[in-house]
């Protein structure tokens, strides 16, 4: 699913009024009407108080239209106009002169200095104040109103998006955004619906389609987009009946040392699970008796030194895709023997943890990484490769730039996923935080480098690993719930995950006449 900017929403609603030939306030009276449509199948003319609170632009537009409809299908409503500006955009005059026309009972208009509403908990509150163009510091007084919506534990409604959130920065110091139970947002998500410093206030989202251009929505190209099952569906490729483990694909995973070898053993029976013809673990000696004994499906193979951690990579297996990092530790020894590794690959590979701490502390070994590897750090690790940022956005840009730089794709792990690779940023639709839990990046590592013994591309097999990991882990917490997973449990219900991609959605059982 595509994820737009706020110029290309702008440009979405511009060619609707053209290509249709229609005022420009229809298209406002349509996205009004179909929240009031979603309202009113919820509600069903129930005499709730609600409280509409309407800002001076096409937001608050939308929110007189909505008012509107409700007084005219007899609500309880009262509508307040929040006066932040003297400017007012032309719909926004056109909607407001249509609901003082509807009622005798106008907006209360609500200026600098004025005594706020009272708002109970019983209350229904529809935030439609500022929408995606805000881009300036709200003032003060707005901010108590904010404050005093946000005390209030009345059932919050937020149209598009919060207000006092950004659309493309962070929050600013001293902000305050609305924190809604829902958002009806336009036609697609926004960006900082998936970010940590803004995600948190989304208790709850849904797309209200309000009609734009289909064609322009299939047709822009985005900067962003979000991963769910419907794309991850269209990468999939099936099997045949008469496939043979050869042709499904030979991963290799390096890593493990005294201590940790539990990390190549979850990533190693991923790696089987993500459906690898073959697996093999590249270990140190002390390691094999411990992978032959935990997965008897994958084979190994080790260094020629009788040590705790590596000291040279060499290995005999004919791979079709490598992942190298998971319990490797960052010893000297291990850290020469992965540059000598790197000097020597022409294929994508997969690197994670002790592997990037490793080429972290010693940058010229960026250059030695094949283009379209698969990097996959935690914040600490992203940090360390990267350099430190100031805001989310920040990061985004920063990681972007030296994916681009480095020909490489970086999955930032993490509460929604993120994968960048040539400045486009790819946010995965699914996962929980039972994820943050020891061992569950290794799975991942497992899982992608499966996926691209498997023969798909570097870029399909990090955006469908990331989603299966994340799809493993949401069936798994029914059965262990989110304290009780354990990365573990993530590789054992992979399988299911693959499942749940064609699993047609549960019908509401059906009432007997009678």
């Not at 991850?232 to 991963?251: A, L, P």
């Amino acid at each position: 699913m595509k994820i737009f900017s706020r110029k290309q929403i702008y440009e979405a609603d511009q060619i609707t009024v053209k290509k249709e030939n229609l005022p420009s306030i229809n298209l406002m009276e349509r996205a009004g009407g179909y929240i009031y449509e979603w309202v009113h199948e919820r509600l069903k003319g129930g005499q709730v108080p609600i409280k509409v609170f309407c800002g001076i632009g096409n937001n608050g537009g939308d929110g007189m239209v909505l008012a509107r409809y409700l007084i005219e299908n007899n609500y309880n409503v009262t509508t307040y106009l929040v006066n932040y500006n003297t400017k007012r955009v032309p719909d926004f005059l056109e909607a407001y002169s249509r609901l003082k026309s509807a009622t005798k009972n106008w907006p209360i208009v609500i200026n600098e200095g004025d005594e706020l509403p009272v708002i109970s908990p019983q209350d229904i509150v529809v935030d439609a104040i500022f929408g995606i163009g805000l881009n300036r510091v709200v003032q003060d007084w707005v901010k108590a109103l904010f404050t005093a919506i946000n005390a209030s534990n009345a059932y919050v409604l937020s149209i598009d998006i919060p207000s006092g959130m950004y659309m493309d920065m962070a929050p600013q110091e001293g902000d305050v955004i609305i924190q809604p139970r829902f958002t009806l947002s336009f036609q697609a998500p926004k960006l900082p619906f998936f970010l940590p410093m803004t995600a948190p206030i989304m208790q709850a989202w849904d797309i209200l389609d309000i009609g734009l251009d289909p064609e322009y929505l299939a047709t822009t190209p985005t900067d962003v987009e979000l991963i769910g099952k419907q794309e991850v569906i269209q990468m999939y490729r099936s099997r045949g009946q008469f496939g043979h483990k050869g042709m499904y694909g030979h991963s290799l995973l390096i890593g493990g040392s005294y201590g940790k070898m539990g990390a190549i053993v979850l990533a190693s029976k991923a790696a089987m699970r993500a459906g690898s013809g073959m697996v093999t673990a590249y270990v140190p000696q002390i390691g094999v008796p411990i992978l032959q004994t935990a997965i008897p499906e994958v084979m190994t193979e080790t260094d020629n030194f009788n040590g705790k951690v590596f000291e040279e990579i060499d290995f005999q297996t004919d791979a079709n895709a490598i992942g190298i990092g998971p319990g490797m530790g960052t010893d000297p020894k291990t850290a020469k023997a992965m540059e000598a590794f790197l000097k020597a690959q022409k294929n994508p590979i997969v690197i994670d943890a002790d592997a990037i701490n490793i080429i972290a502390a010693n940058p010229a070994l960026l250059a030695e990484v094949p283009a379209l590897s698969i990097v996959t750090p935690h914040m600490g690790e992203l940090a360390r490769l990267i350099g430190t940022w100031e805001d989310d956005f920040d990061r985004l840009e920063k990681t972007a730039k030296f994916a681009k730089k480095h020909d490489i794709a970086i999955v930032m792990k993490g509460a929604h996923t993120i994968t960048t690779y040539d400045m486009k940023l790819y946010i995965n639709d699914s996962g929980n935080p039972g994820l943050a839990t020891a061992g569950s990046g290794d799975v991942l590592t497992g899982v992608i480098t499966g996926l691209l013994a498997q023969g798909y591309h570097p870029m399909e097999a990090a955006l469908m690993g990331v989603y299966f990991h994340g799809r493993a882990a949401d069936i798994a917490i029914n059965q262990y719930g989110i304290e009780g997973l354990m990365a573990s449990d993530v590789t054992e219900f992979l399988g299911r995950a693959y499942m749940d991609l064609f699993a047609k959605p549960e019908q509401p059982p059906q009432q007997q006449e009678g």
